[in-house]
């Protein structure tokens, strides 16, 4: 690789050797474009196609339906019950968790003796996976020797089947879910509560202001593009849950729980429908789509700093 | 600045029971893991001895230890795959100007928005016909390209002078061997963070290597935890707990490490 001659292409050179730097650039983005092509972008079109087919075990089409597949769910009261569950598993938690995540930064944003300690505690959830932290919220749900009923039984109260009752299952996996997502949210909020300029508190300060003016005027304010951009990755991430569902639920009892990447999965892995698994798939990428471009959209407006 | 005395007080008490709080679950899991059945049963915090059979039983029950070793194998080869892929891309997006760079950036940005199992169908029969299931391939080889990792570095790459290239070119010294020699070198901090994360979120990867594998050869911890969990010896918790202690210690080490470091990156390669 010649670079010298790559930086100023004469006028007269040929179509060869202008293109030179295209060529370079090229071979050094090829395995991500390599990569891309073959694992996100073919498999994206593909899912499209395949949801307007019936299609045998193979996964091959078989029959082309149209619209069919689409109008199938949207009448079938399994599909309708899991955007339901999806829908409110989304409002149980990314409120609640954006909320608990913004306390944790607060308090641990200030400078006191032994705060990396709290930082490193509050972020532990991070380092855990959703397999070991539903592994271990299996337990503390457990109707008799799990802790939350063991607590409910020493305040006197009658005990819940948190996993079991179709009113409370919902509310469990939120519960679990919540503290996955704590680590994450902690950490991005806490970097954008340290990129706020110091000098703006000193300031506020001089002039008198108490910690909930400051709150209000200064670190909500500076903070909201970061937490734009934790509310749109914990309501993207809820459209994605599955590793809770797998291992507490199984998206019962009857489909309280049964989000959608799960009842994709068992459309597809259990019930061997590929057609109408897709569609499903396909309604998933509009809804992320939906939010990302929102995200752009409302972003561009909000962020006022950097 | 100062704080008084009484507020000083009121934010260490909120700071440690919401260190209590979040930190439970895993604290009791631990606890538990030292526990026989009996004092399971009987809902104690405190186990009477510290003893390892728990532990020891089950590395008995699961091969335990060849789901570590292979989650080690996965999480690395990811790692690794993502470093030097991510970071070619990106140094082709800072170093060589050349026409059509912003179509491929705006490639890149697409695949962001294409949720990964929106695609798990097509990506499970491309698997097989590879003849990939049930191999460290298939449960590396699709994860190796992340636009966000090229984000990341194409950041730090940014912040590295310009000059530092002209005098490279002026030096005779190829692209490559910039790259290789002078840019990596200088963007250690960015690397790691991008390591970190990317061996992070492979060792808890949990549906793609319960979709691609089906055999103990190349199964996962978070598998292994799956079938510790539905397996008869369930009731059994102090050896279900023991698992999962062994199974998270491995990432909370690695996060409790490189927390400052996850934190920057993660917030930097977010927002701009």
Redesign the interface.
Known sequence: MKADAASTPPKQLGLWRKSLNARTALLYLFPSILLFAVFIFYPMFRTIYLSFFLTDQQGAAALFVGFENYAYLFESREFRNSIKATVLFVLYTVPTGVIIALFLALIANEKLKGIGFFRTVYSSTMGISVAASSVVWLFLFHPSIGMFNRLLNVMNLPGVQWLLDPDWALVSISISTIWMNIGFSFLILLGGLQNIDEYLYESARIDGAGYWYQLRRITIPMLSPTLFFIITISLINAFQTFGQVDILTKGGPSQATNLIVYSIYREAFVNYQFGTASAQAVFLFICILIVTILQFKLGEKKVHYQ | ?M?STPK?CL??V??FI??FL??F??L??FM?SFMSGGE??Q?KFFPESIHFDNYIKVFDRLPLMNYLINSFIVSFGVMLGQL???S??A??FVF??????DF?FF??IS????????????????IQKLDWMNTYQGLT??F??LAFG?FLLRQHFKTIPKELHEAA?VA?????A?FWRVILPVSKTSLVTLGAYGF?TT??M??WP??VTSTDQVRTV??G??Q??SQEVATE?GV??A??IV??IP??L???AG?KQ???G??QG???
């Open positions: 600045m704080m000083k934010f260490y909120l700071l919401s260190a979040v930190f679950p895993v009791y899991a538990i399971i049963l809902g030097v892929v991510c070619l891309a140094y082709a060589i100007p050349f026409k059509g760079r491929i490639l890149f695949t962001m928005m294409i949720p990964w199992e929106a695609t798990m169908i097509p990506n499970f029969f491309t080889v699709p190796f390209a090229t070119e005779g010294l190829g692209k490559f910039f992070l060792w808890n949990y549906l319960l979709l978070q598998i935890l799956k510790l969990q918790w279900v707990m698992g999962v199974v998270i990432t909370l690695l996060l409790f927390q996850l934190q920057k993660l917030t977010a927002l701009k």
